[in-house]
Each structure stands twice: as structure tokens, then as C-alpha cells.
DNA sequence: TTCGCCTGTGAAAAGGCTGTGACCCGTCCC
DNA sequence: GGGACGGGTCACAGCCTTTTCACAGGCGAA
């Protein structure tokens, strides 16, 4: 099954709205020709990525296609359409989902929202309302994340390139693998902040993750092994034990000098504060 | 003026869920005491802060209420409605912001949308409803920047950061555990207030404190050895006998100072940053 | 002041979390 | 078909954190 997407007539450069920098990527999952006819032709001219499914498809499917925002006719979903919502709302919690249904009770919309969705609009609508709320769900979940564009970001010896999807140190690749590549890219930006494995995956993966789950540990260290690899004397990636992970490039110095310190475990007076140096005080 | 909220009945200690850990801050701008009276009622069962005003009033007001959302009738605001809504929008970017007027046609709905409005309900609307489109907005624009946008805390020498799960005395970290840290932000955000030790164990812990459990005053003491040497000059926890905590910034001035320690900086007194939390402190 | 409870403290035991290497699986290319 | 490669799972060892426990010291009431 070709996840394929059909993009609009992407005006060129200048075309799209002031802020979506990068077009939305939505899919409709409804089966009123009519409806889906007219909407889409909006989507198409505001140059959005749009796929429509006549049925419910399996989460993994969704997944894979990498979606900022869903609109789903709760009609088409059948009788499980509660639990199918609410396993959509949990799963990918960075995806917009917007319930777009006929004639619906306040308990109904009400038990949607609670559910998760981010919107419920009842047909017929207007597609233009319809694309104006699908517009106000993506740009609050885009918020915070937006940090997109800026050229190469350095830190340490390293240096990162999104457009190249790669991170070099002194010009040489590190060949990192895709998910390693986001996995840093992720850290990168929100340098200084720790980030719970939960939000890292969310963010990374794009869906919730398993209880359970140890992918994040594993790609970390995966590119431990390459930073320190290319890069020995820097150390880049922090973990803060029961929370998750932080990014911040700090010299390896001091490793084994112990200069004439009593081996004693609780830190005096001595120079702990090497854990975060003033890159907190410059921010 | 008194920018006070009322507060309502916080539901039982069976009842907060792991996410909403506290209550929303929510703004009503409406002239309608009907209908305000309404959904005041269901506001105060849910335990929500809120606040009622029957006209628009200036932004800086807004802003010194920290809210999460607001709900705002475009009548209300008069002529100007459309340039208040959208300078509300842009300057409070963290702020959800819901339209709930009478009757409008698809192209105000739209323009209200795209000045950045996160939804548009149309009275007469069930006031469940609208408190379900409150949670689902500001469900949305929690994730990501909730630890980002408050600001670090700063108590005497103290400085607490959520976003780094960790505290810092002139820049440098105190090495809190988690559990440490979460005792910590506790304590700090609701300031001048005495917990007891029950409530501090449901809300650290999440679940109920069993009968002789002596975790907390085990973490307490923990957290009283990492500030004292880091930060000598001053107290932060004090016990109330037979009670629980309290959290206060205090010189220790009285005691006899460590040999060459000067008394202190100009630290401006524990002035507590958040005047948010004396409002709710029955104090 | 004495007595009974409450709190502070140190250390050891228990429990949970992370680092790590090996292995499996699906895909792509030769 | 076979091999290389990326991605993901699993089990184990080691370490850190949390919890428990016993005892000492403090506080308040009679």
C-alpha cells in the first residue's frame, strides 16, 4: 500500500501562509465523496500534503505517514469508533486529531474531547472553517517545536547540519543513521534541557511510547559511541538518572586528575559544579 | 484592583489525575451573568481558578494572572473586538484563547481562527461543552512548553528549574535525585504554606502515605544536607511539630556564622518570584 | 520535671534504572 | 540468494536511588 501523499499545487516560494513554513501534512478519513471533493480541492490549493482514507485504517499505517493533523468522521468508524479515538488520541499524542461528524448530542462531543481530540466540528461545515481549525490545532502543537531552519548548530567539536541530516567534527561525517541523526538533532536543540525518555521518543518516533521500551537508551548510546569515537575529548549527552537525558557539550577534561582529593564519594567544597558549567548563566 | 481568583472545591485527594496535577487558570470575559453564572458553577466543582470580567481590560492585567486560557465574547468587546483578539493572541502566546459568541457567519469564524483564536463556540453552547474545549486546548499547549514557560524559581540563594529537574546555587548544580527535586518544587511552589506530610507523600509519591512511613522526613533531611552546603547562609525547610513543611527562604543571621563566611550577598530576601501561589495559601 | 510521642540521623537492605553486548528481523543492493 | 545495514528486542551486570530500620535527641503536655 503506497502511503504516498498527494501535495498540492505548492505555489513556490512566497506562496503559502506567513507562518507554515512547512506545508501540513493531514488525513481525512471519511467516506462522503462530496465532502471529501470540495475539501480537498482547498487543501490542494493551499498546497497542503493530504491523504484520504474511506475506512479506518490500522495506527501503524498513520503512523508511518507522518501526520500533523487527522480528520475523522466518527461515522465511518463503526461501532468501535470510541475506543478507535481514544487509542489514536493516546498513541500519537503529537498528532492534531479533529472529529468532523454529523449530528452529534453535547455528552457525545463532550466525551470526544475528553478523549483527546482537539476539536469537533459538526457537518455540514464549511471547508474553509474546517481548514481554519485544523490551522489553529497544528499551529498550538507546532508551537515549541518550531525551532526549524537555523543554519548549522555547533556544539563542542561538533557540528550539526539539518539539511544534511549528518553531524561532523573537524568537516568528517559521523555517518549516523536516521533515527540516530533525529535522536541528536532532538537533544541539540533543546540544548540544556532534560528531556524524559517519554517526550524524547514522542518527539523522535512520533508515537507514544510502550512502557517498557528501551529504544531511546539504546540509540543513545549508539551515539555515544560515535561522538566519542570522533570526538574523545568532548562528552555531549547527560543522563540525569530516572528522568532521561540532557544535551550539553562539556570538555572531558577532568577525568582521572584527581589531584591529591581524599577519595571520599560526597562532594565538599571541592569543584562539583563541573555537572553544569556557566552555560546556565549565559542563557 | 484585585486580580484574586475565586477557587473552587477541590475535589477529594481520590480524585486528581497523574496529568492535570493543577488546576487550570482560566479567564472569562463575558457580560452575559447568566450564562457566566452557569459555567461558574461547573468551574468551582472542577476545582479550577477563574476569574470573571464583564469588559475587556488591558493586556498587562491579563498577564499578571497567569492564566492558561481565557474565554472571551467578541460582543463584549465592542468595536474593537477583532484588534483586541488579535493583539491577545499574538502577545500571550502561551495563552489559549477560545471564542464563545452568538450567532456568526463562516468568514468571521475563519478570520477569528486566523488571528490565532484555538476555537470558536457558538452560543447558546452547553456549558460542559465549553469546558471540555477549554481542557482540549490547554491539553495541547501544556505539552512541550510546560516546564519551559515558567520561569526558574528563585528563592534566597536558590534558583529551582523544572525544565532541568534540578536546582542550583550561584549556577551550579545541587545533584538533587528525583525524588529529591520533586519535594523540592513542591515545597518551593507553594511557598510559605505548611504541607503535611500526607499531603506532601500523595503529591510527591501519587499515591497515599502508609500509616509510619518516614520517607518524607528522610527526603527532607536529604534536602536540608545538599542546601546547607551549598548554601550555608541560609534555611529553606522548616518543621512544624505534629504538622508537616514549610518552605521559606530565611538568613540564617542569627546562628553563628562559619569562620571568613560574610553574612550574605545583596540576595534580595526569599521575595518569592510567583505572587501566584499567596493568593491561593490560606495564610 | 517526667513521660510519651514526634522528628533527626546514619547505615544497611531492597528495589529499580541504566549501560552494554548479543541477537533477531526486515529491507535494500549486489 | 547472500550480505550489508538500520532498527529494534532481550537479558544481564552494575550502580544509583529509595526504602526500611534502629536509635538518639527534641518538643509539648500533664
Redesign the interface.
Known sequence: MSLAMHAGARGGPGAPGPEQASPVRLALIDSDSGFVHVVTRRLQSRGWHHRVLASPVPLDALISMRLNAVVVDLAVLGPDGWSYLERLCSSL?GL?VLVCTGQST?AQ??RG??L????WITKPC?P??LI??V???T???R???ARTETGPLVAGELEIRADQFQAFVAGSSLDLTRREFELLHLLSTTE???LERERIYERVWGYAMAHGDRSVDVFVRKLRQKLERRSPGWRYIHT????GY?FAAQPADGESQAPGAEPEHE??GGA??A??P?E??AR
Open positions: 499524542p492534531g453535547v462531543r463532550v474531547l475528553r483527546g481530540a482537539d476539536d464549511h474553509e472553517e481554519a481549525r490551522e489553529a490545532v499551529r498550538r502543537r508551537r515549541g517545536e540544556g534541557q532534560v540525569h538518572f530516572g528522568i540532557r562532594e565538599e562539583p559544579a555537572d553544569f556557566s546556565l548563566a
